[in-house]
C-alpha cells in the first residue's frame, strides 16, 4: 500500500478519490494488525478527501465513516463510535 501511495501522489496528487481509497487501504491494514491510531489517521485522511472531492452523500464517504466508527470502537471509544456510525 506504501508503495500505490506513492505512485499516485505522483500521478494524481492529494485531492484525488482514488488517493481517499488508497489512504482507506492503508487504513485498513493497520487496523487489522490492532494499530487503531495509525487507522484512524489514515481513515481521517481519506475522508476528509472523499469529502472535498466528492459530493457529500456519496455512499463512499458512509464506508469512510463506518470505518472511522470501528476504529473508534475498537479503541474504547464507544461515544465517538456512535457519532460516526
Given at each position: 500500500?506504501?508503495?500505490?501511495l506513492?505512485?499516485?501522489?505522483?500521478?494524481?496528487g492529494?485531492q484525488?478519490?482514488?488517493?481517499?481509497a488508497?489512504?482507506?487501504?492503508i487504513?485498513?491494514?493497520y487496523?487489522?494488525?490492532?494499530?487503531?491510531n495509525?487507522?484512524?489517521?489514515?481513515?481521517?485522511?481519506?475522508l476528509?478527501i472523499?469529502?472535498?472531492?466528492v459530493?457529500?452523500k456519496?455512499?463512499?464517504?458512509?464506508?469512510?465513516?463506518n470505518?472511522?466508527?470501528?476504529?473508534?470502537?475498537?479503541?474504547?471509544?464507544?461515544?465517538?463510535?456512535?457519532q460516526?456510525?
Amino acid at each position: 500500500y506504501e508503495r500505490a501511495l506513492q505512485i499516485r501522489l505522483a500521478t494524481l496528487g492529494e485531492q484525488h478519490a482514488d488517493m481517499a481509497a488508497t489512504y482507506n487501504n492503508i487504513g485498513n491494514a493497520y487496523f487489522n494488525k490492532g494499530e487503531y491510531n495509525n487507522a484512524l489517521h489514515m481513515f481521517d485522511i481519506g475522508l476528509q478527501i472523499r469529502l472535498a472531492v466528492v459530493r457529500k452523500k456519496h455512499p463512499d464517504n458512509a464506508a469512510a465513516y463506518n470505518n472511522v466508527g470501528l476504529t473508534q470502537y475498537g479503541k474504547g471509544e464507544h461515544d465517538k463510535a456512535l457519532q460516526m456510525h
